[in-house]
């Protein structure tokens, strides 16, 4: 069934689409998504006034990995639907098993950039662990599991008490004793809804649509940027790391930038920085953003603004930082290891003797060793980067 258009700015829809990948058992897998579905659409509707709607997507052409799926393929896949059938939150349900980073496999993840979440059945039919079927039991850990993916996208924080629906639990069997959630967490995903369900469209003057997505929501932004942590997603660029570190010593010891030290003017070098740093971002954002995403009316999404401005500032952070990483060791070396006899004969105009000649020299190889780790960060695993920028957490 196809999701309406809001009938006002108050109403809010969430659906929840039905993905069957492999087809091996869709008649159980339909029957307890749907139980499950209905008992979550009337909690929300109860506490939350927002409408639920069924959705179903005839399952893509994935490959499993060691027996498993990629979160991030049925993410951009979220991400594409939650546009094209006009909701503002959008959880995934799939049969499959679904791979992970952090683990051997995960029940559920959310992606509160992209207003996405993605669940996995496989592992809540008791069957799956060599116990007597009960459907009743895996209705009820799929009711919890939608109620405590979708409170993620709210952003509400996990509980410590057992009996709460947000408890951080570490066993499936953990699910079905999570029964409530109290009025201060009510409460709290009613002020964070009219926040969180961005999705505002715009056909007509989309540059003029960007700047105010980015005013309006550079809180939303901010937060996505401070969770990726160019730290984190620096230690997922080894190749780029590698083909930078490659390059820094290669030129490092060589002649001609102790003449380009000694003679060109650091403002130059600063300007180049810059251009070298937002060129190095942008090819990266080529190769790990899910892209720009139009509706089939070309139609510009809040939230593809939003996942887009993120990344854009997530990479080029990280960008900055490993630059200021590499120029901090570069200036280290200049003035500890490397022998003044060569910083006075190897440039042919002046030495490069003085502290200023050093900085510049740290300053160039630099921006030129990020230049070229950008080339080849882009061999880097496309999953790994896009669950740093994507993914909040998984279950």
Not at 189 to 197: H, I
Not at 290 to 308: H, I, K, N, P, Q
Not at 321 to 341: D, E
Request: aromatic fraction near 10%; include cysteine; proline fraction near 3%.
């Amino acid at each position: 069934m196809e999701a309406m258009k809001p009938k006002s700015c108050q109403e809010y829809i969430v659906g929840v689409m039905t993905m069957d990948v492999e087809g091996k058992d869709s008649e159980r897998f339909l029957n307890c998504s749907t139980k499950a579905v209905g008992t979550f659409e009337h909690q929300l509707k109860a506490s939350l006034g927002v409408r639920v709607v069924a959705l179903s997507f005839e399952g893509p052409h994935l490959t499993p990995t060691a027996g498993a799926y990629a979160p991030l393929d049925f993410l951009h896949v979220g991400m594409t639907e939650k546009i094209e059938r006009d909701v503002h939150f959008l959880l995934i349900i799939t049969e499959v098993d679904l791979s992970t980073t952090s683990f051997g496999s995960t029940l559920a993840l959310s992606s509160q950039l992209t207003n996405v979440g993605i669940l996995s059945t496989k592992r809540l039919n008791p069957t799956f662990w060599g116990n007597l079927e009960d459907r009743a039991l895996t209705v009820r850990r799929l009711e919890t599991l939608l109620l405590q993916t979708f409170s993620r996208l709210l952003n509400l924080s996990y509980s410590k008490h057992p009996q709460n629906i947000m408890y951080d639990f570490t066993d499936v069997e953990d699910l079905a004793g999570m029964v409530n959630f109290t009025a201060r967490q009510r409460q709290q995903m009613r002020d964070a809804l009219p926040q969180e369900a961005h999705e505002r469209m715009s056909r007509r003057s989309q540059w003029r649509f960007v700047l105010v997505t980015l005013v309006r929501d550079w809180k939303s932004i901010l937060i996505a940027v401070i969770r990726a942590n160019p730290f984190r997603l620096l230690a997922r660029l080894p190749t780029m790391i590698t083909a930078a570190l490659s390059t820094i010593i290669f030129l490092f010891f060589t002649p001609d930038m102790w003449d380009v030290a000694s003679t060109v003017e650091l403002y130059q070098l600063i300007l180049f920085s810059i251009i070298a740093i937002a060129t190095a971002t942008a090819a990266l954002y080529r190769t790990f953003a899910f892209g720009d995403v139009l509706s089939r009316r070309r139609m510009l999404a809040e939230s593809t603004v939003v996942t887009s401005a993120a990344t854009i500032f997530s990479l080029l952070l990280t960008m900055a930082l490993l630059f200021a990483i590499f120029m901090s060791f570069l200036f280290v070396g200049t003035v500890t290891i490397f022998p003044r006899q060569l910083m006075e004969t190897w440039p042919t105009v002046d030495p490069a003797v003085r502290t200023i000649d050093h900085i510049k020299l740290s300053i160039f190889v630099a921006a030129l060793g990020v230049l070229a780790g950008s080339l080849g960060g882009r061999a880097d695993s496309n999953g790994l980067i896009r669950g740093v920028l994507f993914v909040d957490e998984e279950a």
